[in-house]
């Protein structure tokens, strides 16, 4: 299917995702219960999908802006390599193994920055393990990079 064929979310559905942690007993889990419409499902369940082992990678990828993907899941940004079947695009591909969909990068990012906030701030409420692995300064380094970098975008268009 060519880029022009997926369907695009308008911003402002990935702004109305609320994004909440879900503490697990005492630990955290990594699912964020991000609360979207079935259309966004896709974008939920992919971000949701990254383990705590493998959320540094994502944040890093969404950092840099390029692309990571695991197991049939995972998001490209404008510029990654694309297949030579596909068309350059401008949105951020998040995909999962039944669906794609295209997204606006700095929508993207304001979620994925509600979503790691989330994290980072329930682990440290609940002195959650994670906290104390090697990643973990790396991982709200990364946060804290995303944050300001969503922030000197401004607010987003009502």
């Known amino acids: 299917m060519a880029m022009a064929d997926q369907p695009r979310l308008d911003d402002h ?7 909440d942690p879900l503490p697990s007993g005492r630990r955290l889990r990594t699912v964020g219960n991000i609360t979207s ?8 369940s992919t971000l949701e999908s990254f383990s705590w082992s493998s959320l540094m990678d994502l944040a890093e990828g969404i950092r840099d802006r390029h692309g990571i993907g695991k197991d ?15 068309e350059p695009y401008h949105d951020v591909l998040v995909y999962d ?9 700095d929508a993207f990012e304001r979620l994925a920055t509600r979503y790691f906030r989330a994290l980072v701030t329930g682990a440290q409420r609940l002195d959650d393990p994670v906290t104390r692995q ?14 300001r970098r969503v922030a000197s975008q401004g607010d987003p268009p009502h």
């Open 13 to 19: 559905v990935l702004d109305n995702m609320s994004v």
């Open 97 to 105: 193994q039944f669906d794609r969909v295209l997204v606006g990068v």
């Open 37 to 44: 419409l079935e259309s966004a499902n896709v974008v939920a």
């Open 72 to 86: 049939g899941l995972g998001l490209r940004y404008p510029g990654d390599d694309l297949d030579p079947w596909d």
């Open 134 to 147: 090697p990643w973990w300064p790396g991982f709200v380094a990364a946060t804290e990079e995303i944050e």
